[in-house]
């Protein structure tokens, strides 16, 4: 499917389709268009993509060129005006419990302790008594990210990037099949970003997540992705799919390799020779 975007070409160091080529898909967007019909705008025409099982990929544009709303599209949360969305070969037609979603702040509720705020999901869908049932496995998340230690914290005595970790628990506690992040953590400073980065990175490593990265950021796109999808604004579109060939687990030393400022370049240049910048 990607081959066939107009302007698309891969960053490889082979023209041999990469990992993420031959992942079994677990979602595809087809022949996307949204029109928001009170003034006729044209945020989204002809979207393309997929998402191959354990592949992280990011979207990446300007602002206002429709990738907030591609991803609220994915998670159900808004209708298409044309085309569809399929996970794990089910149309998406509204918010499902296997898609998960995080958004640039953590929104816990002040008022629950962190573990509390992790198992509110499916306190929401299923209950009091499920919560309390699935405990056990919100203190293994909050382990796995290195927040054992702050279960009966309240929101209020974590740090950003503590909050931004429980918000990643709270997310995977239904265990989704997808993984849908808007800037998560474009909120926090630039060391605490490069660790949660790194984090997370881990952190779908061990879970074989498949995950969709909403950002401004061009290296943090290639420092985590598998796959980047440039967007052109107006209408939004797919410009161009580009793999990463970058070994992993990928490390913050692979910032100042040469292979990674090319990478970045040839990002770059795309945005600005299009005007995207």
């Known amino acids: 499917m990607e081959r066939a975007v107009a302007g698309q070409s891969r960053v490889n160091e082979t023209d041999e389709p990469g990992p993420a080529d031959a992942r079994r898909p677990v979602y595809e967007v087809e022949r996307l268009s949204k029109v928001y019909p009170r003034n006729r705008f044209l945020a989204l025409e002809n979207v393309e993509l997929r998402l191959g099982e354990g592949e992280f990929a990011s979207v990446i544009g300007s602002s206002g060129c429709g990738k907030s709303t591609l991803l609220k599209i994915m998670a159900g949360l808004i209708p298409p005006t044309a085309g569809r969305v399929v996970l794990e070969d089910r149309p998406v037609m509204g918010p499902r419990a296997d898609i998960g979603m995080m958004f640039q702040q ?10 509390e705020n992790v198992v509110l999901p499916i306190e929401v869908r299923r209950g009091r008594t499920a919560a309390r ?3 056990a496995r919100a203190r293994e998340l909050l382990d ?14 974590l740090s950003g990037g503590m909050a931004q970790r429980a918000a990643i628990c709270r997310m995977l506690i239904t265990d989704p099949a997808v993984l849908l992040l808007d800037e998560p ?8 970003r490069d660790f949660m980065n790194m984090e997370f990175q881990r952190i779908c490593m061990a879970r074989h997540a498949t995950a969709f990265l909403v950002t401004h950021s061009i290296p943090e796109a290639v420092i985590l992705s598998d796959r980047i999808y440039v967007m052109q604004a107006n209408p939004g579109r797919i410009a161009e799919a580009i793999d990463i060939a970058l070994p992993r687990p990928r490390t913050l030393d692979m910032i100042n390799t040469a292979r990674f400022g090319e990478i970045v370049g040839h990002i770059r240049d795309k945005l600005d020779s299009e005007g995207f910048l």
């Open 106 to 115: 953590a929104t816990l509720l002040p008022w629950k302790t962190t573990l």
């Open 133 to 135: 049932a699935a405990m």
């Open 185 to 192: 953590f474009s909120a926090l400073d630039e060391l605490t």
């Open 144 to 157: 796995l990210v290195g927040l054992g230690n702050a279960t009966e914290a309240y929101p209020g005595e």
